[in-house]
Antibody, heavy 122, light 106 residues
Framework: EVQLVESGGGLVQPGGSLRLSCAASGFTFSSYEMNWVRQAPGKGLEWVSYISSSGSTIYYADSVKGRFTISRDNAKNSLYLQMNSLRAEDTAVYYC???????????????WGQGTMVTVSS | DIQMTQSPSSLSASVGDRVTITCQASQDISNYLNWYQQKPGKAPKLLIYDASNLETGVPSRFSGSGSGTDFTFTISSLQPEDIATYYCQQYDNLPTFGQGTRLEIK
């Protein structure tokens, strides 16, 4: 079964850091571009970051640029999001999502994890 | 940034009705437009990619059309399980989503 499972969410104080992980299974992880998408409570979806299959190309939303770092370990079938200098407005469910293409970014997200909640509050 | 204006923001319809949601881009995005369904407490699900292509396994009552700046998502005959929030998403530049359309049963 094709599956993505996020972990690492929790409660963190403003200015703090958190590292999210996403474990992939059921497909050749190293062949797919990956993304993080977040959703604040009761709000819509916001794309956060993209990483190419090799890790050589990375993009960020302006709202997180300079604070968040996306990375991947293809040997471990895992995607990561290092979040620093967290703010209250970063409070959201964070989803990892697979790009459906398998050969270059299509930004159509066909497989999603269940999400992990990040709460930034004192 | 490319802005996506989705309408309506909410919609109430009866089972069997034809339902239409529109999405307008702030600039020409060709056919770089996807549609997602999100049920409460669940992750989004890709329904339509590249404006009009039905994702594998998605029922044929769902369809999409449009190009340039104006796009339409249609459910030909609303079913009870279609109750959800629907989002458009452009990817001409970095991805952005519309604000969502909450669909309810009348």
């Amino acid at each position: 079964e094709v599956q993505l499972v996020e972990s690492g969410g929790g409660l963190v104080q403003p200015g703090g850091s958190l590292r999210l992980s996403c474990a992939a299974s059921g497909f050749t992880f190293s062949s797919y571009e990956m993304n993080w998408v977040r959703q604040a409570p009761g709000k819509g979806l916001e794309w956060v970051s993209y990483i190419s299959s090799s890790g050589s190309t990375i993009y960020y939303a302006d709202s997180v640029k300079g604070r968040f770092t996306i990375s991947r370990d293809n040997a471990k079938n895992s995607l990561y999001l290092q979040m620093n200098s967290l703010r209250a407005e970063d409070t959201a469910v964070y989803y990892c999502a697979r790009d459906r293409s398998g050969y270059g970014a299509s930004f159509a997200f066909d497989i999603w994890g269940q999400g992990t909640m990040v709460t930034v509050s004192s | 940034d490319i802005q996506m204006t989705q309408s309506p923001s909410s919609l109430s319809a009866s089972v069997g009705d034809r339902v239409t949601i529109t999405c307008q881009a702030s600039q020409d995005i060709s056919n770089y437009l996807n549609w997602y369904q999100q049920k409460p407490g669940k992750a989004p699900k890709l329904l339509i990619y590249d404006a009009s292509n039905l994702e594998t396994g998605v029922p044929s009552r769902f369809s999409g059309s449009g190009s340039g700046t104006d796009f339409t998502f249609t459910i030909s005959s609303l079913q009870p399980e279609d109750i959800a929030t629907y989002y458009c998403q452009q990817y001409d530049n970095l991805p952005t989503f519309g604000q969502g359309t909450r669909l309810e049963i009348k």
